[in-house]
């Protein structure tokens, strides 16, 4: 195989940005030839590009060797289950499901040299990846503490209004953790790891008419000692996007636009233990390290998905590790909804158990007739 024949299962906002990072050529050795939506596209389809209402019908049609699963989150196990019994590659958006439990049931039918990846895509932003790099050389010592706040996810009513889905339990599984923050939740673990417990609460619809929560705060503890904190918000403005990583060695500050290093001149556990300065401090030297910052994060997960395929080029984020950071927001929903700890790994079927109470009293809600103004760069802030 020389080209990947790429189907796209759902055509909504950023379904329609990954068909044109392909036809625009920003996706190499990959072509898209078969598209699926409830209803026919009101734009033009590229020539040669099929259209299927079906999903099942796209997978079955021996089109495509891979699909791209944009569809609302509710149906993401269902398809990409689906496709990965068929025997195709998989690249899903996220979440990987509505659960922990429901990612752990579409994983298990991954096939060798079978190709299932998720559309975690801020892992390639290259602030993160610096961080990533820097805490795995070691560059800041070991991590004693670590806090991000996120609430920098403003959303106006109108982004659930027009929705009939989005920010109920049926349709996602949750809020501002499995839609906007799932993004934060991995980068988190990915950069400082799992934590072993997990103390979360939430409010829900305290900014807004829906059911889900749009504010959370979570602790987070580490087996060895550090502990972490994650505040995120849907309802403030201006809102921050503050990510510190605090180690015995140095600190590692971003604000998302720029990465400041402070770098101790000696280990502070061991100025501690040594100084007889009642109120010194070690000395320390800060240094921006902000990366060059232009790269098209989606385009990069793609072309890593199709080199992975073709290749056997390693995933940037493959499938079984979007399964961190939905335990996260999993684990944070149980514990407020408990008021206790929760111990990671998490009990997937007892999250389960309660968020199919939820499930059970929750319905679709009717679409507002709106004509939304829909300009996609800014959702990603």
């Keep these: 195989m020389n080209e990947v024949r790429l189907g796209i299962i759902g055509l909504g ?73 068929k025997g195709l590659h998989v690249l899903m958006e996220k979440p990987i499901g509505l659960s922990v439990l429901e990612g752990e049931k579409v994983i298990s039918k991954v096939k060798k040299n079978q190709i299932f990846a998720m559309m975690l895509n801020q892992r390639t932003d290259p602030i993160y990846a610096k961080m990533k790099n820097m805490v795995s050389a070691g560059s800041i010592g070991a991590i004693q503490r670590s806090q991000w706040t996120a609430t920098h996810w403003f959303r106006p009513e109108i982004y659930f209004a027009v929705s009939d889905w989005r920010a109920t339990w049926r349709g996602e599984g949750g809020g501002l953790l499995v839609n906007q923050c799932i993004h934060n939740l991995d980068t988190f673990q990915w950069i400082c790891g799992m934590p072993s417990e997990v103390n979360g609460h939430c409010e829900y619809g305290k900014y807004h008419d829906i059911e889900v929560e749009d504010e959370a705060t979570a602790y987070f503890k580490y087996n060895n000692g550090a502990t972490g904190v994650f505040v995120a918000s849907t309802g403030e403005v201006p809102g921050i996007n503050r990510f510190d990583i605090v180690g015995d060695l140095g600190m590692l500050s971003t604000d998302s636009k720029t990465l400041t290093f402070t770098q101790n001149e000696i280990s502070t556990a061991k100025f501690s233990k040594n100084t007889h300065d009642m109120f010194s401090m070690p000395g320390t030297t800060i240094t921006d390290v902000t990366p060059p910052n232009s790269i098209n994060q989606h385009a990069t997960i793609i072309n890593n998905f199709v080199a992975a395929i073709l290749n056997r080029e390693p995933l940037i984020a493959p499938a079984n590790e979007g399964i961190n950071s939905m335990a996260l927001a999993n684990s944070i929903l149980l514990s407020s909804w408990q008021n206790k700890p929760i111990e990671i790994p998490i009990d997937s079927k007892h999250f389960q ?13 009717e679409k507002a007739n709106i004509d939304a103004v829909i300009e996609l760069d800014k959702s990603y802030r």
Aim: hydrophobic share 30%.
């Design 353 to 365: 158990t309660h968020l199919n109470q939820y499930i059970e009293k929750s319905t679709f809600r």
């Design 13 to 85: 906002n950023i379904g329609k940005q990954h068909l044109n990072h392909v036809v625009d050529g920003l996706i190499h050795n990959c072509e898209v030839s078969a598209v699926c939506s409830r209803q026919k596209p009101t734009f033009e389809l590229p020539q040669g590009v099929k259209h299927y209402c079906d999903y099942k019908k796209l997978i079955n049609s021996g089109d495509c060797d891979a699909v791209l699963v944009a569809t609302p989150s509710y149906n993401h196990c269902e398809i990409g289950g689906y496709a990965l019994d």
